[in-house]
Each structure stands twice: as C-alpha cells, then as structure tokens.
Nanobody
C-alpha cells in the first residue's frame, strides 16, 4: 500500500485548506484511513478517521465542526480529502495519513497510532495569526 499526502501550505487564521491522501496498491484492503498531526517535540495527535467506504466518520473534538472528510475512487486509487475550515494557529502541524487493516467494531476505535499499518510522508500546514 502506498499513501501520498498533499495539499499543505501556508494560510491565514480563519482560512481553509484541503488535504488529500491518495491510497494505491491493494486499494480495497484497508478498513479505515486516519489523519494525524504532529508538531515538534509533541506526540502525534489523532485528527480523525473514516471507514474505507466513507460510511463511518469520526473527528477529534479539537477539529469537530471545522474539519470534514470526503472520499473519491477510481480504478487505480482511493483518495480521502480532509477539508479544513476556520483554521487556527494551533492547527499548525505536519499532517499524516495512514491506513489500518484492523477490523474494529466501531470507527471510534481507530484513534491510536498503533492502530495503523501504513503511513504517508506528511504534509506541512502552517496557519499564521
């Protein structure tokens, strides 16, 4: 499985960005895709997770109401988008996407780093105040 994260950049507080995570190779074998973020000196923080078919979604309280998922598919890949609105300076981080092959009963269970098997390279989001 290959994951390619993109869409990061510099934005002013209150602005929007849309991140994309393109998943290829064994495309239909993962159960959930998650987004995490990390700032220097801190642990990687869970942002949200979406089931492979887009049916179940879960966002951390810190981003709920501001971030949203969407998903698209073609024969070669699945792309999961993270729409980020009303951005704050505290959203500044490197954002990572990851896929999980684990079969948990609920989407709320996919909230730890060790729940995920494959990771993308990260994309930097900088929110200026």
């Amino acid at each position: 499985v290959q994951l390619q994260a993109s869409g990061g950049g510099l934005v002013q507080a209150g602005g929007s960005l849309r991140l994309a995570c393109a998943v290829s190779g064994r495309t239909f074998s993962f159960n959930a895709l998650g987004w995490f973020r990390q700032t220097p000196g801190k642990e990687r923080e869970f942002v949200g997770a979406i089931a492979w078919n887009g049916g179940r979604r879960y966002l951390a309280n810190s981003v709920k109401g501001r971030f949203a998922f969407s998903i698209s598919r073609d024969d070669a890949k699945i792309t999961v988008y993270l729409q980020m609105n009303s951005l704050k300076s505290e959203d500044t981080a490197v954002y990572y996407c990851a896929t999980s092959d684990r079969d948990y009963s609920g989407i709320y269970d996919y909230n730890k780093i060790f729940d995920y098997d494959y990771w993308g390279q990260g994309t930097l989001v900088t929110v200026s105040s």
